[in-house]
Every structure is written in structure tokens, then in C-alpha cells.
């Protein structure tokens, strides 16, 4: 092998690990883009939620009231232990 073929060969394999390692950094950005993560799963349950809701609206209420009166059991539990350490 000429010395010619052995730079174009380095340069080819320095080119060659060249892409792979901005595939990976790409790879890692896609991995640790916590906000474009939590928006893309956000954008997806809203998704869901709106078909749930055209499909099937007796679900979908009774699942909306499940979640309201959980909600307020929590919020009347909070409150009730707070009242309860503000007395003592």
C-alpha cells in the first residue's frame, strides 16, 4: 500500500468515525432534552385524551369526576391535618 492510499484510507475512517460520533451526540441530545421529552409525552396524552373523550363521553366524564373528587379528598385531607396542627 502507497503512502497516498494509506492517508486517503486515514481520512476515510477519521470521516467515518466523524459521523458515527455526531450520530451519537445526536442520539444523546434526543436522550437528555428533558423539556422536549415531557412536551412531546404532554402532546401525546392530550392526543389520547381528546380521542378518549370523541369516542367514548360517558368515560371520559366519569374519569374527569374520579379525578376531581380525588383531587379534593387530598386537598380537604391537607387542609384538615393543617387545621389540626394550627390548633395545637
Given at each position: 500500500?502507497?503512502?497516498?492510499?494509506?492517508?486517503?484510507?486515514?481520512?476515510?475512517e477519521?470521516?467515518l468515525?466523524?459521523?458515527?460520533l455526531?450520530?451519537?451526540?445526536?442520539?444523546?441530545?434526543d436522550r437528555?432534552?428533558?423539556?422536549?421529552?415531557?412536551?412531546d409525552?404532554?402532546?401525546?396524552?392530550?392526543?389520547?385524551?381528546r380521542?378518549?373523550?370523541q369516542?367514548?363521553?360517558?368515560v371520559?366524564?366519569?374519569?374527569v369526576?374520579?379525578?376531581?373528587?380525588?383531587?379534593?379528598?387530598v386537598v380537604?385531607?391537607i387542609?384538615?391535618?393543617?387545621?389540626?396542627?394550627?390548633r395545637?
Amino acid at each position: 500500500m502507497t503512502q497516498q492510499q494509506q492517508r486517503e484510507l486515514g481520512l476515510a475512517e477519521a470521516e467515518l468515525a466523524r459521523a458515527e460520533l455526531y450520530d451519537t451526540l445526536g442520539q444523546l441530545r434526543d436522550r437528555l432534552n428533558y423539556a422536549k421529552r415531557i412536551d412531546d409525552a404532554t402532546e401525546r396524552v392530550g392526543i389520547r385524551i381528546r380521542e378518549e373523550r370523541q369516542q367514548r363521553p360517558l368515560v371520559f366524564v366519569a374519569g374527569v369526576v374520579a379525578v376531581a373528587a380525588t383531587a379534593g379528598v387530598v386537598v380537604w385531607a391537607i387542609a384538615k391535618r393543617a387545621s389540626k396542627n394550627l390548633r395545637s
